[in-house]
């Protein structure tokens, strides 16, 4: 691996513009569950299960109960060196951007400015009834929550985790600025099972724009076959060790 990371440090370090997409898999090394892996599993269920308007209209005690889980596991994280290396990026290439779909602000916590959160915050609430007294969404880092589900202060019905679930749109400013983003030199993704669009279709689109692809993931993936470098390994000793040869 090691002269592919000296060329790809060169390309990285010469790129007039560097966008990256991160996943669940960066965070891993932290001790935030992945979504897919079997430490992932919240009680046999399956994210997409959990995450849908529908399985909370159903149960919201039940989705809470497994986003308090998830709050509770990241509070105790810290952020890693994967997370480090892209904060640092942020500061020193003055065309980077970093999408991620991951909710929890550990990159924000390591020192990452405008991150394009493609999927919300974990650290962000709304009022489900959408009341006419509530912001739009407001943060609350309230870990654990005494009552599940929690409830909005202004019109004391049930608040949801402000993250986009399956079947919600994305935000269409967020996704212009991932869009714009994918218009690069390099394009790496790290982190993520690239099955969930859109969040997936970015790396394609890179390639339509000529960008050199490169995937960090220890484990194959949908992505592994199409990108130009595949990197197998964890992201907080593959991103470092790229760092090194800059
Ligand atoms: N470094 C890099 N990649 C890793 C590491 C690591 N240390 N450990 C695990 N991985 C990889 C796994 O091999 C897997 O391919 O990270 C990926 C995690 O995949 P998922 O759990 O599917 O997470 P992600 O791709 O972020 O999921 C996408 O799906 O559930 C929704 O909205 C949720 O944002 C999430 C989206």
């Given at each position: 691996?090691?002269?592919?990371?000296?060329?790809?440090?060169a390309?990285?370090a010469?790129?007039?513009?560097?966008s990256?997409l991160?996943?669940?898999?960066?965070?891993?090394?932290?001790?935030?569950p992945?979504?897919?892996?079997?430490?992932?599993l919240?009680?046999?269920?399956?994210?997409?299960?959990?995450?849908?308007?529908?399985?909370?209209?159903?149960?919201?005690?039940?989705?809470?109960?497994?986003?308090?889980?998830?709050?509770?596991?990241?509070?105790?994280?810290?952020?890693?060196?994967?997370?480090?290396?892209?904060?640092?990026?942020?500061?020193?290439?003055?065309?980077?951007?970093?999408i991620?779909q991951?909710?929890d602000?550990?990159?924000?916590?390591?020192?990452?400015?405008?991150?394009?959160?493609l999927?919300?915050?974990?650290?962000?609430?709304?009022?489900?009834?959408?009341?006419?007294a509530?912001?739009?969404?407001w943060?609350?880092?309230?870990?654990?929550?005494?009552?599940?589900?929690?409830?909005?202060?202004?019109?004391?019905?049930?608040?949801?985790?402000?993250?986009?679930?399956?079947?919600?749109?994305?935000?269409?400013?967020?996704?212009?600025?991932?869009?714009?983003?994918?218009?690069?030199?390099?394009?790496?993704?790290?982190?993520?099972?690239?099955?969930?669009?859109?969040a997936?279709?970015?790396?394609?689109?890179?390639?339509?724009?000529?960008?050199?692809?490169?995937?960090?993931?220890?484990?194959?993936?949908?992505?592994?076959?199409?990108?130009?470098?595949?990197?197998?390994?964890?992201?907080?000793?593959?991103?470092?060790?790229?760092?090194?040869?800059?």
């Open positions: 691996m090691d002269s592919e990371v000296t060329a790809l440090a390309r990285v010469k790129a007039e513009r560097l990256i991160t996943g669940a898999g960066v965070s891993a090394a932290s001790g935030v992945t979504f897919r892996g079997a430490d992932g919240w009680k046999d269920f399956k994210p997409e299960s959990l995450a849908t308007p529908q399985a909370f209209a159903r149960d919201p005690k039940l989705v809470w109960e497994w986003y308090d889980w998830r709050r509770q596991a990241i509070a105790s994280c810290e952020p890693n060196a994967a997370h480090r290396v892209l904060a640092e990026w942020s500061r020193r290439f003055p065309n980077f951007t970093l991620t991951n909710v602000g550990l990159h924000e916590r390591a020192g990452s400015r405008d991150v394009v959160r999927h919300g915050s974990i650290w962000e609430v709304s009022c489900w009834q959408r009341c006419a509530a912001p739009p969404r943060r609350d880092e309230t870990v654990p929550f005494k009552e599940i589900p929690p409830r909005c202060p202004h019109c004391g019905g049930v608040i949801r985790p402000g993250v986009v679930w399956f079947g919600e749109s994305l935000d269409p400013a967020i996704v212009d600025r991932a869009t714009e983003a994918a218009d690069c030199d390099v394009f790496i993704t790290a982190g993520t099972s690239a099955v969930v669009y859109p997936a279709g970015f790396l394609e689109l890179a390639k339509r724009h000529g960008a050199y692809t490169v995937e960090i993931n220890p484990e194959t993936t949908p992505a592994t076959s199409t990108v130009d470098l595949a990197l197998q390994g964890g992201a907080e000793v593959v991103l470092p060790r790229i760092a090194e040869d800059l």
